[in-house]
């Protein structure tokens, strides 16, 4: 029996960082002008990554609600209820979703911990015949790529290609 091959990447390469200056893959490969083959590879790519997105999205969402304040709140109908805490864009704070900016955490530390946690787990995605034409095409395109790549953006360039190049 073969083997399955895999390609493993981490969650975190998913994702963008405006502090650190670094793109996710997905954010590098859309605006890429490609021809034919190339351009279907990348789009079926991004398509398989997008549900895997929605799920971090998802999870990041989970950890900051567990982790946020939260305080019994009086509706009209007499009735508590237990309601997130936000902070509004004077840093006050406010059970209204629409003018809370961010939560309000209870525990920042703990949250941070957990969601980089998470995004350090493994994606992984099976190198199968209905996979392997976009996978190898964006491989090819990643290896074969003239833009010049400088700082953590290097670094995380060479984590994509690393990821690709051990699937062979």
Avoid at 30 to 55: C, D, N, V
Avoid at 126 to 135: C, L, N, R, W
Wanted: charged share 35%.
């Amino acid at each position: 029996m073969v083997e399955m091959k895999k390609l493993t990447l981490k969650n975190y390469m998913l994702l963008e960082n405006p502090d650190a200056k670094t793109i996710s893959l997905q954010a590098w490969l859309a605006p890429r002008m490609l021809h034919g083959k190339e351009s279907r590879a990348r789009t079926r790519f991004l398509k398989l990554m997008s549900e895997r997105i929605t799920e971090m999205d998802t999870e990041r969402m989970r950890l900051l609600k567990e982790h946020a304040v939260k305080k019994m709140v009086k509706g009209k109908d007499g009735k508590k209820t237990e309601q997130l805490v936000y902070l509004d864009k004077d840093e006050k704070e406010t059970t209204d979703k629409n003018i809370g900016k961010k939560f309000k955490m209870k525990d920042n530390e703990a949250f941070q911990r957990k969601y980089w946690e998470y995004l350090n787990e493994d994606y992984v995605i099976d190198v199968s015949p209905a996979t392997s034409e976009t996978i190898y095409g964006v491989r090819d395109l990643l290896l074969n790529t003239k833009e010049e790549f400088a700082g953590r953006q290097a670094t995380i360039f060479d984590e994509w290609c690393q990821a690709l190049e051990s699937i062979k």
